[in-house]
């Protein structure tokens, strides 16, 4: 009698969960849809876990939709293809463009940047006039960051006759951004070949030829910033974007943004033109800067005007400007 009770408290409290993210989806997507498609913009956040019991994220992606749990010990299997399935109906959006994914709350090594299948189907996407390429079922993440939508454009405002330096490039987004702004020179430094054959593709999407003047490195960051140094390699605008975490098993070193980014500012630093500026990013939601003692000549915290409108959360991600001396 009671697991009868639980099972229907259980299917009670999704069909609850269902509607109100339903409701609160397509009220989202009236209001962004119409201004975002005004600028060219297919890709944003519909619903940001406003609601705390309602523990989602979901995305737009050119007439896909992403939905994703934020997993916990209680998460029950029926859950998230539940919720899929709501917002697919509310956003009419067939079920085969409904796309799912189970994020970890905590960052683990391993989970968050590895391959989870393998359908190889990429779809084009726009942000104002870049066009990109995403993957919505293989990774976890899609290729494209959107909360830094608004950061692309200030490093595109800037980078008119610049040698850009994208740290953790992953698919190139900020390069292709760089490029498109007038850059003289990008060089791209991921050390997954995977990625970096991915931002070469968003290279050609965007018209880019990838010649000597666009550089993509195979290169762990701190190694590649010994070699920039020692080849006396300089830079006149730079984005750091370190994941959270990571682990090297080769070197049985781990890298924690929180504690090891005073020693990464300092080696990119380095290889920085005075005057010249460098953007450093993290979304550690726990983050405490230690940027005392950084060869700066100003740092300013600029999070309030890198989150784009569509995301609730202001602090996704926590982004300063700096300027190298
Ligand atoms: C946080 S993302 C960077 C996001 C990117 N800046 C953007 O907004 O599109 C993580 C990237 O860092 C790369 N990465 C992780 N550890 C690395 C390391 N030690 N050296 C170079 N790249 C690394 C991963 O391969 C992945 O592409």
């Not at 989870?116 to 942000?127: F, H, I, P, Y």
Request: net charge neutral; with cysteine; hydrophobic share 35%.
């Amino acid at each position: 009698m009671s697991v009868m009770k639980n099972n229907l408290d259980e299917q009670q409290s999704i069909s609850y969960h269902a509607e109100i993210l339903a409701n609160r989806v397509s009220k989202r997507f009236a209001h962004l849809s119409k201004k975002f498609s005004r600028q060219n913009i297919e890709c944003f956040r519909l619903y940001d876990w406003d609601i705390p019991e309602v523990r989602a994220v979901v995305d737009w992606y050119a007439g896909h939709v992403v939905v994703g749990e934020y997993v916990h010990k209680q998460s029950l299997p029926d859950w998230l293809p539940q919720m899929a399935e709501a917002v697919g109906n509310a956003l009419k959006v067939p079920l085969e463009l409904v796309h799912i994914k189970r994020r970890q709350t905590k960052v683990e090594e391993g989970l968050r940047y590895s391959k989870m299948g393998s359908q190889n189907e990429r779809l084009e996407v726009k942000e104002n006039d870049l066009k990109f390429w995403v993957n919505l079922d293989d990774f976890l993440d899609t290729g494209l960051f959107s909360d830094h939508r608004d950061t692309r454009s200030m490093i595109r405002k800037l980078a008119a006759g610049k040698d850009f330096l994208n740290l953790y490039g992953y698919t190139g987004t900020f390069s292709c951004a760089a490029a498109l702004g007038g850059c003289q020179s990008t060089v791209t430094v991921d050390r997954s070949a995977t990625y970096l054959k991915w931002a070469e593709d968003n290279f050609k999407l965007n018209g880019i030829t990838t010649d000597s003047k666009h550089i993509f490195e195979r290169f762990d960051v701190e190694k590649y910033l010994i070699h920039a140094a020692r080849e006396k390699y300089k830079f006149t605008l730079a984005f750091v974007d370190p994941p959270s975490f990571f682990k090297d098993h080769e070197q049985e070193r781990s890298f924690d943004v929180d504690r090891d980014h005073p020693q990464l500012l300092q080696q990119v630093l380095k290889v920085m033109v005075p005057d010249s500026f460098v953007f450093f990013s993290t979304n550690h939601q726990r983050f405490t800067p230690k940027f005392d003692g950084l060869k700066v000549q100003g740092l300013t915290e600029i999070t309030a005007k890198t989150i784009p409108e569509d995301y609730r959360n202001k602090q996704i991600h926590r982004c300063w400007k700096m300027i190298a001396i």
